[in-house]
């Protein structure tokens, strides 16, 4: 896993350079707004979710031009998600990826618009991704409408709101469901649209959706532990905000050791996943690593 890091960099630069032609400029009127949109999409983070799209494509022996646009488009809905999320109706936090959150920066309302606008240009970017022979741009849209909507990632934070300064905890299986809807959704749908623009066939399509639902939920696993481990400097986020809002986390259901037994779990499942896609997944083994071991 030496030269990861690299691939990471420079997966993330083609990520941004194409983030950075799609989204309207700083200056389109009205300005405020796309200010807003760049300040939040380019205030740094990892890029998990597109960089494991354009590896995706590869894995299938496609290439990852192809999945440029579902890349960025992903990105765009999950920017989208971290705006509203930190909203003081929602987790009211008011630090994100080491910078004030958008509704401090912004105000309130820009910062609804913005990630409003962000859910968007999602759609627009993601019709610009080429058709497969099995995959049409209407398949595409499909993928992450469902994965952004009601019974996903929406229905996870309504689920997660619900949940929060409860004296009881959720149940392990609850706690899934939550997260099964939000992080790992987001991410799964990411995995398959890359694997969709390289003409997956069906068999490896469901071979990769399983890698992405377990590492999705891995990554959960992981972030919980952070939250209680870590520091907001390191994180880049507010530390200890989940114990101090009572929230339902791995940890506070099983404990630390527990919940990282569970993460290194989810972790070989994704790496058994993989199998059939021999040594053209090899990117893909080493971010499950990387992502199990993070420190941020």
Known sequence: MSDLTPYL???CKIVDQALGKYLPTARTRPATVH????YSIFAGGKRLRPILCLAAAEACDGNYEDALAPASAVECIHTYSLIHDDLPCMDDDDLRRGKPTSHVKYGEGIA????DALLTIAFEILAKTPAAKRYDVGTYVTELANCAGSRHLIGGQVLDLEGEGSDVLLSPTQLDYIHKSKTAALLTSSIRLGAMTANATPKKLEAISIYGQSLGLAFQVIDDILDVTSTSEKLGKSAGKDEATN?????????LEKSRRKAAQLTAKAHDALKPFGKKA?????IA????DRDY
């Open 112 to 115: 609804v618009l913005a990630g």
């Open 9 to 11: 960099k420079s997966r």
């Open 282 to 286: 090899q990117r893909m083994h080493e």
């Open 247 to 255: 929230k339902s986390t791995y940890p506070a259901l099983f404990g």
């Open 35 to 38: 200010d807003a949109m760049r």
């Open 289 to 292: 690593d990387y992502l199990l």
